[in-house]
């Protein structure tokens, strides 16, 4: 199959812990915890669970001297590395480094003095770690100003964001990366897209507060989805209302349907029609429970009938076209063959175990 | 709020049946029956299922000559646009215009000769009514080809879709709209991209046999989302594995996330982290209970902290952030007010009330 590819912005290299992140690196997978930072068992149990799922970064709110203090308690026992997001107060990202995360976040606009940021940028210069500077849409708007006369928000956004990296460059400190959530999603990418071509931090994707359920799966795709098919984007969290281990496999899903990266096999199954003679999405259901364990890349269609069926069966590794009562089973490179239907499932299979072994 | 706006390519206007497409009328949403197009009762009951979700064209299969038969009783007792979807067998296409739908779909590569497909173009032009050409990824691939001497399948599918235009031109017929789905992101944004700047026929959207579950959502909305984003596409149909009100419910997403189309409120809520200390989801899913039946455009902002929360809610329509026990409700130009917790859902509740009356 001949992909189109996608060209991806030239970004500096930064390392959180041990993920590279810029520069060419992998597209990697963030998430971050709702548990209370401060309970150091409930939180390393959920990053845990966050991790056997795919999370490669992870990050804990920071919001009290004790969830500070728990942070190397929580270090010692996670595999990812660990950001911390800091707020307001300055000493807690200095009581942060202090316990030796991997990376803080910071939103230098909400801290009071300028001395204060200046101080979280050489404490983390000193220890070697990167600060992800990030300005979500509802942190920047100029408080009270009228709208008809305020700067649009996406302006602000990138304006504030490229300010904060001449502060930080003024101090020595180039190990940055950048995130402009808005939680609008045309916002989102004209901010991404605007700050993208201003400079060559490496950038860290995310609509911000993108709501519950599919709506957020929707809101996030497209955003996120949008940039990184231009090539912008180099680490990427989708913010979802529910359990983090939701935004994990949002986000791999958005990167295996952009083929960045591949870590399951692909179906490509229709939505059947007038018609479709075989029970489709049984067998779909049935193949998913069969081959979930593994981590191949091998695309798979399960098609209902002879119109696209055996075509995109062919493009596919392995391949079903069904028929009535009947489909015919595909294998890259051989004949196809015809299999009643109660047989479908387990022929189907054995053509994934022959080459995916 | 300063929304960056889509602008939208100039595409001619038809209209199926009642419903305009392209020539910049809003983007429509559209699905496709899964029952036996033979049994008028079970689509009738489904395609009105649809319509009470909001799709505002539908499509059938008609493989046999006892499903065209039936096209006329099912279009007598529905409300919204009928199209035939036809393939191989031009006279089912015949059939079919004949029984009165509103459009045809064909793909022009597999019917057997040129002269039938100039009889169907002949009779929908006697009729009035348009056809869409469409061409899928599993139809176009040359059968037996070298993969490494074919051309790419994208410029295959653009380059057959406009020789098909040109024959319908040639034949006096100009009433036509396109679609050229893969199965793969990438190649369905390439493929449309190229058509929609060699010609200026309206686009029907879609990234055929997604797939099933959340994948199969997400390559939707990135593939569908992002050419929207970009002005391209006047009318949309998901295709995903399982009940088609799914398709509608994911359609409708996509354009209110890219706010092409409004109908229902649009919830901003947060992910939740440490800092959180009300149950926010839990609020969630009972602000969305309550306003489930609304069709206002309403932006609500439900956000866990002051981190973000205050700035989301007061750019929002209503908004609530929430603290410690106690959270503040915002109202569009009023000053915030503090709620005890437990009647932060029943005061949004009465905000949203006040604003959509």
């Known amino acids: 199959m001949h992909q189109p590819e996608i060209t991806r912005r030239k970004s500096r290299q930064i390392t959180v812990g041990s993920v590279p992140v810029g520069g060419g690196a992998p597209v990697s ?6 548990t209370a930072t401060e309970n150091v068992a409930a939180t390393v149990r959920q990053i845990k669970g966050l991790e056997a799922l795919g999370c490669e970064i992870i990050r804990v709110a920071v919001p009290t001297r004790q969830a500070a203090a728990s942070l ?23 009581a942060a480094i202090e316990q030796g995360v991997d990376a803080v976040r910071i939103n230098p606009g909400n801290m009071r003095r300028q001395a204060d940021v200046k101080a979280v940028v050489l404490a983390a210069r000193d220890r070697g770690i990167p600060i992800r500077i990030g300005v979500n849409s509802g ?20 304006e504030a964001v490229l300010r904060y990296c001449e502060d930080f460059e003024s101090w020595g400190f180039r190990d940055i990366k950048l995130s402009l959530k808005a939680s609008d999603v045309l916002q989102t990418m004209a901010a991404y897209r605007a700050v993208a071509s201003a400079c060559d931090y490496p950038l860290h994707l995310g609509v911000t507060a993108a709501g519950a359920g599919e709506a957020g799966i929707v809101k ?5 989805g949008s940039l990184l098919a231009e090539g912008i984007g ?13 935004e994990v496999h949002v986000g791999w899903q958005i990167l295996e349907a952009l083929a960045l990266r591949r870590r399951s096999p692909e179906i490509i199954s229709c939505p ?3 018609r479709c003679q075989i029970d489709l999405p049984a067998i779909v259901r049935q193949v998913k429970r069969r ?8 695309r798979i269609a399960i098609m209902g009938c002879i119109v696209n069926g055996p075509g995109e069966a062919q493009d596919a590794d392995v391949g079903l076209a069904g028929g009535k009562g009947s489909g015919l089973i595909f294998r890259r490179g051989q004949r196809p063959r015809r299999v009643p239907a109660n047989r479908l499932v387990q ?11």
Chains 1, 2 share one sequence.
């Open 347 to 357: 022929e189907l299979i054995a053509e994934i175990d022959k080459l995916d072994t």
């Open 234 to 246: 180099d680490t990427i969290r989708v913010s979802l209302t529910g359990p983090p281990k939701h």
């Open 291 to 298: 081959i979930s364990a593994r981590n191949s890349h091998l």
């Open 29 to 34: 997978v963030q998430s971050m915890t709702s």
């Open 220 to 224: 996030s795709a497209i955003g996120i």
């Open 272 to 274: 059947t029609c007038g």
């Open 72 to 94: 190397g308690a929580i270090k010692s026992r996670i595999a990812i590395p660990l950001v911390a997001d800091i707020h307001f107060d300055h000493r807690l990202a200095l």
């Open 139 to 158: 942190s920047i708007r100029p408080r009270g100003a009228a709208p008809k006369t305020a700067k649009p928000l996406v302006e602000l956004m990138v």
